[in-house]
């Protein structure tokens, strides 16, 4: 199975930003995406993006959130811009749809915090 590994987490108050990125210790697939699970709520995607530039955003975070992706370096970004408290959650980026081929496990998330 694939690692992955979320970083870049952290408290930042209303308004501001903040940049996660998502390191796989294989070849991403075609389709990948950025999850987050809220406090007492289920897991759900809020940005997907395709090896072509097919991008889609979840309601709630279009035109303040940005996932773009290096192949290359087998990591997953997301800018994170005019931050909410109810954008508070633990972040993770897995395959889209989950699970899929090797991407058939979570990582660790990185936690978000954003104060009012």
């Known amino acids: 199975q694939v690692q992955l590994v979320e970083s870049g987490g952290g408290l930042v108050q209303a308004g501001g930003s903040l940049r996660l990125s998502c390191q796989a210790s294989?070849?991403?697939?075609?389709?990948m995406g950025w999850y987050r699970r809220a406090p007492g709520k289920q897991r759900e995607l809020v940005a997907s993006?395709?090896?072509?530039?097919?991008?889609n955003y979840a309601d709630s975070v279009k035109g303040r959130f940005t996932i773009s992706r290096d192949n290359a370096k087998n990591t997953v970004y997301l800018q994170m811009n005019s931050l909410k408290p109810e954008d508070t959650a633990i972040y993770y980026c897995?395959?889209?749809?989950?699970?899929?081929?090797?991407?058939?496990?979570w990582g660790q998330g990185t936690q978000v915090t954003v104060s009012s």
């Open positions: 993006c395709t090896r072509d530039g097919s991008i």
């Open positions: 294989s070849s991403l697939l075609n389709n």
């Open positions: 897995n395959a889209v749809p989950f699970p899929a081929w090797i991407f058939r496990s």
